[in-house]
């Protein structure tokens, strides 16, 4: 392994431990919001033809907004709320937005996995992760 890269893992770890969230709910509340701008970031790369990165993104969101809230509209990218994408998420998964964020009604058109547990969640992951590699 070379010096650079054992530099940059030092320098990750450094600042993790600057300020550490208070409990896991600010933990996940954190990852979620970047979450949401590693969607904002996949969709500008994505386009219309590669869309796993962004499906990917969006169990994990889905999954930590399970167990904590949806993130507020405000801490999400504008394109994002903009687009649709912030609020037909938030809407699929049966999460409750703010008012001013509802999506018409009939937005959601996403049929639920056929497997939500969590050994079948990683299936669908670890399927879309080799998808993707195969490109």
């Known amino acids: ?33 970047a979450l949401w701008s590693d969607l ?26 399970r167990l904590t809230a949806a993130t507020p509209p405000a801490w999400v990218p504008d394109l994002l ?15 409750t937005l703010a008012p001013s964020a509802q999506p018409e009604a009939g937005s959601c058109s996403a049929q639920p996995m056929a497997d939500s547990s969590s050994a079948g969640r990683t299936a669908a992951l670890s399927a879309m992760s080799l998808s993707n590699q195969a490109r």
């Open 1 to 33: 392994m070379s010096d650079a890269v054992s530099d940059w893992w030092a320098q990750a770890v450094a600042l993790a431990g600057q300020d550490p969230p208070g409990d896991l709910a600010t933990a996940v509340a954190e990852e979620l919001i």
């Open 40 to 65: 904002a970031q996949a969709v500008l790369r994505a386009g219309e033809a590669g869309l796993t990165e962004c499906q990917g993104l969006v169990v994990r969101i889905v999954m930590l907004s």
């Open 81 to 95: 709320v903009r687009s649709g994408i912030y609020a037909g998420v938030v809407t699929c998964a049966g999460l």
